[in-house]
């Protein structure tokens, strides 16, 4: 339910966005000569780069293996994110540790951009939870102690039957369209209050870390599927050309090729996201 109002919160917000674009005009547009532009007012040719950090949640999801020996799915299975306690180090030395996002994007247009980006987010199934199985384990080394048919089954994912995460990490490769749409402009200093609207299509290149039956998965970074989005957020110009952005993006994630073990165990599921995220980001023009 949780997911569900989040979801529905963010479909307004978007919806909010769409009708503040049909009565507002950027104070950009009126600029006649593309000589005064200055970095900072959304004009063509303006350049940016932002970089922050990520909370995610993620709706239930039925996971299906095959390989040798086994052939099952697991169904509704809960995931959180692991978010890294905050710490000078993790978050301004090793920064690419935590749940993080990075975006460089370029006006191509007049208050629309494109940019290329990741969400490095980070799924990990929550352990000793309940699913309903359906399939074959057969009486392997690995999986003699769950071995069976089974037909709707009630199962407790225990460490020694299943780990399984997107943890290094959940990687939103994507390409991002935006429209920006000035919402308060000071009328004195560079201060300016902006909403972001936009849609992204990406590939998902994770790096999984699956454990079946108490055995290690030997895990490489892989394309394992894609995904697409929609967002929307407030962006805030401190300065001429440093702001700082605060985003929500909802969309569908598609794994159809998830490595568990190199060349022998797969997976493969689907799911829904929801991302808050909040980052800091410099614009400039040459």
């Known amino acids: ?43 063509k040719g303006e350049f940016f780069f932002h ?44 920064v ?28 990990v199934m929550v352990a000793d939870q309940y699913s309903t199985i359906n ?7 690995e999986g003699h102690n769950f071995a069976g048919i089974y037909v709707n089954k009630s199962i407790k994912l225990t460490p020694d039957f299943l780990r399984y995460e997107h943890t ?7 390409t991002t369209l935006e429209h920006y749409s000035v919402l308060w402009d000071a009328k ?3 201060c300016k209050l902006t909403v972001v609207q936009g849609l992204s299509l990406a590939v998902l290149y994770p790096r999984s870390d699956v454990d079946i039956f108490n055995v290690e998965g030997t895990n490489v970074f892989h394309v394992a599927g894609w995904g697409a989005a929609l967002h929307a957020g407030l962006r805030f110009n401190i300065l001429k050309n440093l702001f700082v952005l605060w985003n929500n993006k909802g969309g569908y994630i598609h794994l159809p090729d998830v490595l568990c073990e190199i060349n022998k165990y797969k997976a493969k599921q689907y799911f829904f996201f929801y991302e808050t995220s909040l980052s800091l980001g410099y614009n400039w023009r040459f």
């Open 135 to 141: 399939g074959t384990i057969e009486d392997t080394p």
């Open 96 to 123: 690419t540790i935590p749940q993080f996002i990075g975006y460089g994007g370029y006006f191509f247009r007049d208050n629309w951009s494109i940019s290329l980006g990741t969400d490095h987010m980070k799924y």
């Open 188 to 190: 004195k200093g560079p």
């Open 51 to 94: 970089w922050g950090y990520n909370r995610a949640l993620f709706s239930k999801s039925d996971i299906s293996f095959i390989g040798p020996g086994i052939d099952f799915t697991l169904s509704d299975v809960v995931a959180r994110d692991r978010p890294t306690p905050f710490g000078f180090k993790e978050y301004f030395v090793s």
């Open 168 to 174: 290094n990490g959940l990687n939103y490769v994507n």
């Open 1 to 43: 339910m949780r997911f569900i109002a989040i979801g529905l919160l963010t479909a307004a917000t978007l919806f909010s966005c769409t009708n503040v674009f049909g009565q507002r005009k950027n104070k950009c547009t009126e600029c006649k000569d593309m000589k005064e532009a200055k970095a900072g007012q959304f004009k």
